[in-house]
């Protein structure tokens, strides 16, 4: 059941460039949709969201864009830095009272190169 | 800055044995959640936790597993008779009322059933 996928499991950026991690999904009824960032050993740390009404939202280094008519969402990180190497996994809700679970994307490891 | 708390941060158990995982979460969060990763897999949601009640709980949340919050800052998570399937990283988190989809993970904790 992959309602969310990220079809890259990992990818390499040079630091003080621009990275881009894509996210794919399937359920109509999503409506909110979440970037985390995952350190080994660690929990997800929540990063950035934007809701279906929007088609981008910015956070310093991050900006979300979504682009509802093609279920896809993107995550920016520029300049990307060392330290934004980890795991990034996309998760989207249907955002409805009483269902507010978390469907996660299977992750896209990003290493920064120095 | 607040954080969610888990304990214990590793559990080794034997087949058929009961587990008690604890979560603290942000002390003002309303909403409740249980998530587990299984090694090499996704973040899958387990159950959510609202106004002392299941809200939502997937079809992985069977009748081994159950969910209290037994005073004003606990959350746990037992399973009754534990199975070699259910070793697995187990992260709960906590969202408030005014941004009930983005939710904060503790660090988990890693179950490994022998």
């Known amino acids: 059941d992959q309602q969310v996928k990220q079809n890259s499991p990992s990818l390499s950026v040079q630091e003080g460039r621009i990275s881009i991690l894509n996210c794919d999904y399937t359920?109509?009824?999503?409506?909110?949709f979440l970037w985390y960032k995952k350190y080994p050993a660690e929990g997800p740390t929540f990063l950035i969201s934007?809701?279906?009404?929007?088609d981008k939202n910015e956070d310093g280094r991050f900006t979300v864009f979504l682009n509802k008519s093609a279920k896809h969402l993107s995550l920016h990180i520029v300049p990307s830095q060392p330290g934004d190497s980890a795991v990034y996994f996309c998760?989207?809700?249907?955002?409805?009272?009483?269902?507010?679970?978390?469907?996660f994307g299977t992750g896209t490891r990003l290493t920064i190169i120095p | 800055e607040p954080e969610v708390t888990q304990t214990p941060s590793h559990q080794v158990t034997q087949m058929g044995q009961e587990v008690i995982l604890r979560c603290v979460p942000i002390?003002?969060?309303?909403?409740f959640y249980w998530y587990r990763q299984i090694l090499g897999q996704k973040v899958e949601f387990l159950v959510s936790?609202?106004?002392?009640?299941?809200?939502?709980k997937s079809e992985i949340f069977d009748d081994q597993f159950s969910v209290e919050r037994p005073d004003g800052s606990n959350f746990t998570l037992k399973i009754r008779s534990t199975k070699l399937e259910d070793s697995a990283m187990y992260f709960c988190?906590?969202?408030?009322?005014?941004?009930?989809?983005?939710?904060?993970f503790g660090p988990g904790t890693r179950l490994t059933v022998t």
């Open positions: 936790f609202y106004n002392n009640e299941i809200s939502e």
């Open positions: 002390s003002n969060h309303l909403y």
């Open positions: 934007i809701s279906s009404i929007k």
């Open positions: 998760a989207a809700s249907e955002a409805n009272f009483g269902n507010e679970k978390l469907t």
């Open positions: 988190a906590s969202s408030d009322r005014d941004s009930v989809y983005e939710q904060y």
């Open positions: 359920n109509s009824m999503f409506d909110y």
